[in-house]
């Protein structure tokens, strides 16, 4: 069996952890740029507030239902996931990070309750991070997954539903939209519902070979799965890293190269870390900008630029220098900007990346500061010592207005909690 | 004033920190006598932290448990992966609100004790929202003010 572990409102319940005043107010977490709501409490799904609703029309309900609005704080949804994750090691022989908020625990040759077992994952991992979890169950990936979102339609369940027993994988099965079958997408859930398919069991049952002409592989392999048969294996080691990508959108359109020139190199000096961090150096770095696309009635642009170091490099300076460069050669005045970024590519392990003869040699200098650069960030936050390319004043800065404090990584961002007893 | 909880930092894990280090880097002369014996180091992570990703660091302020050796400004590094028991000092939320405290069970009462004699215990109302946060394991108290 299989079991899908899912943090119930993971951004919502990361913030409670630290919060407890939170615990059941009505709170929604907001996208990048504070623009749409992309995690809700019980609560406000209770008021019918959808997943995704831009917060500006959704302001009068905020108001009058006094809901909390945080934005979202990736430094502290990564460290939680990770703990949960962690977590679940030690309960299962193999645990597949499926994403942030959701892991598939493999109960294969356990010699456990499964239901017992489902019991103990749930109170282990809110025990050690606080945070709540439902558990779905069932004999292939694409089964657990629909037992999970039944786990979570009714409280009675209390978080954990299982399909393992196939009589009872009917009922639920017929219960599930087939919209929401792990791999049926939207456009693929209107097709099958001209169709006449609209449950997970109507889906089950239909004809091999026109689900794989109206579907494709894929599409066959879901039906397989929901039938039982296990097509999705465990996908245990990530693929290495093919190109490290930092970009941002800006909290306002930005029109001069100077501001472009920091943002740029901003993100220049972060991939460089992450590069860093991964031990990695790269043979190409790109920049790309971009007007808003979504504004019809302002000129329109957007480009990106490839530069070839030298030789491969992780150096900060190295890599600031050739995106700026790029930068400098795609950039258009006249334009409101809304995008940035550096994509680095070609990555080697930085210990075999070829030398060359006749480039320079990296003064040594430059290859200690950066490690001390990133031991600095590393103990201070991100961006405390940077290069002055970077600036200091960032007025298009991404808007995080409603940001809680990164309290799992960054130690001077400590949160005060006052406590009177 | 009562103990206080000010801050909450996660503990990083996985990076350890080197305290003693012999090791041959010695580009010509004599190698160590000493490289044989060689034992690895003592890593402060492995012996504070059992249950890395269930522990958090947890700044404490103000002097109610100074008896327990817990003093204002101290580092607190709170494992959840420990079951609460009846002496334990525990980080508890109380009222929606975070506090250090030793928890004391008596019969069917549960009591939350500052360790100093000038503040009194509290007894926690069966009805309030009443959770353990996570046991206190070690305090970490600077000596140096420098």
Redesign the interface.
């Known amino acids: 069996m299989i079991a899908l572990v899912d943090c119930n409102n993971f951004y919502c319940s990361c913030e409670r952890v630290f919060q407890p005043e939170l615990a059941g107010r009505p709170l929604v977490v907001l996208s990048n740029n504070d623009g749409c709501i992309v995690a809700r409490s019980n609560e406000v799904k209770a008021m019918g507030i959808a997943m995704g609703s831009p917060l500006f029309k959704v302001r009068d309900l905020v108001r009058r239902h006094q809901i909390v609005v945080r934005s979202s704080n990736y430094s502290l949804y990564g460290d939680m996931s990770q703990r949960v994750m962690r977590t679940l090691e030690p309960l299962s022989p193999i645990v597949e990070a499926y994403s942030i908020d959701e892991a598939f625990v493999y109960l294969d040759g356990l010699k456990v309750d499964i239901m017992e077992h489902a019991r103990l994952l749930r109170r282990t991992v809110l025990q050690h991070t606080g945070i709540p979890v439902s558990v779905g169950i069932g004999p292939t990936k694409t089964l657990a997954k629909a037992a999970s979102k039944l786990a979570k339609s009714d409280p009675r369940h209390e978080g954990i539903f299982s399909v393992a027993d196939p009589a009872a994988r009917d009922v639920a099965l017929e219960r599930l939209a087939v919209k929401d079958v792990w791999g049926v997408g939207p456009r693929y859930a209107r097709m099958l519902a001209r169709e006449g398919i609209v449950t997970a069991r109507a889906l089950r049952d239909a004809d091999l070979a026109w689900v794989r002409q109206k579907m494709t592989i894929g599409g066959m392999r879901t039906v397989l799965e929901l039938r039982g048969q296990r097509c999705f294996h465990a996908e245990m080691e990530p693929p290495p890293s093919q190109q490290i990508v930092r970009s941002r959108s800006f909290g306002r359109a930005v029109e001069s190269l100077e501001d472009l020139e920091q943002a740029v190199a901003m993100h220049a000096s972060r991939a460089a870390e992450k590069l860093r961090g991964q031990h990695l150096a790269a043979g190409l770095a790109s920049v790309f900008i971009a007007t808003n696309r979504f504004k019809s009635d302002s000129p329109q642009y957007g480009n990106s630029i490839t530069v070839k170091p030298a030789i491969p490099t992780d150096a900060t300076n190295t890599l600031i220098a050739c995106t700026l460069r790029g930068l400098r050669r795609i950039y258009r005045p006249g334009y409101a900007y809304k995008k940035a970024g550096v994509m680095l590519m070609d990555l080697t392990s930085a210990t075999d990346a070829p030398q060359s003869l006749f480039a320079e040699l990296q003064s040594p200098q430059s290859s200690s500061l950066d490690p001390t650069l990133d031991a600095v960030n590393r103990r201070f936050g991100p961006n405390t010592l940077r290069y002055a390319a970077v600036g200091f004043e960032h007025p298009w800065a991404m808007r995080r207005q409603f940001c809680s404090p990164r309290y799992t990584t960054c130690w001077n961002e400590l949160p005060a909690v006052k406590v009177r007893v | 004033m ?1 103990s ?7 503990c ?1 894990v996985g990076r350890s920190l080197r305290l003693v280090r012999y090791g041959a880097n010695v580009p010509a002369g004599f190698p160590s006598p000493a490289d044989d014996y060689v034992e690895g180091h003592l890593d402060l992570n492995e012996h504070l932290i059992h ?4 522990t ?1 660091f947890v ?1 404490a302020s103000g002097h ?1 448990m100074v008896n327990a050796g817990i003093f204002d400004g101290d580092l607190l590094i709170v494992d ?2 420990l ?1 609460p028991q009846d002496g334990d000092i525990v980080i508890a ?2 009222f ?4 250090v ?1 030793r928890i004391r069970k008596r019969q069917d009462k549960l009591l ?1 004790e ?1 360790d100093n004699a000038a ?1 009194p215990a ?1 007894e926690v109302p069966p009805e309030a ?1 009443f ?1 353990v ?1 996570g046991v206190v394991a070690h305090a970490i108290h600077r000596m140096v003010r420098r």
């Open positions: 009562p206080n909880v000010k801050d909450i930092i996660a990083r249950h890395p990703a269930a958090f700044r109610s959840r992966a079951s939320v109380l929606g609100e975070l506090t405290k939350l500052p503040y509290i929202n959770q946060w």
